[in-house]
């Protein structure tokens, strides 16, 4: 069963800095695209960052330059080094990996990220 790993979530002040982790499993097969999404309370699930297999990055407007998605293929695994922390970057942050054959997007179970003022 393919299944997604995350770490790295927490509790830091304003202005820290957290590195989140997603790591699939050898049973994956072949990744294509891979991306960060976030949910704070009572809101939509918002798109944060993608990166292609061919390391191509986009961001959202929000974190753009704080924010630097990257992967490592040789473990699967792809990361979120969050920077410049702000309050309004509390939700629940969720890895997504797409694989192409048979077609599927496989999502991690979320890890919460909490800034305080």
């Known amino acids: 069963q393919v299944q997604l790993a995350e770490s790295g979530g927490g509790l830091v002040q304003a202005g820290g800095s957290l590195r989140l982790s997603c790591a699939a499993s050898r049973n994956i097969g072949v990744i294509t695209a891979m991306a960060w999404y976030r949910q704070a309370p009572g809101k939509q699930r918002d798109l944060v960052a993608t990166?292609?297999?061919?390391?191509?990055?986009n961001y959202a407007d929000s974190v753009k330059g704080r924010f630097t998605i990257s992967r490592d293929n040789a473990k699967n695994t792809v990361y979120l080094q969050m920077n410049s922390l702000k309050p309004e970057d509390t939700a629940v942050y969720y890895c997504a990996v797409d694989r192409i054959r048979p077609p599927n997007r496989f999502w991690g179970q979320g890890t919460q990220v909490t800034v305080s003022s």
């Open positions: 990166i292609t297999s061919g390391g191509s990055t």
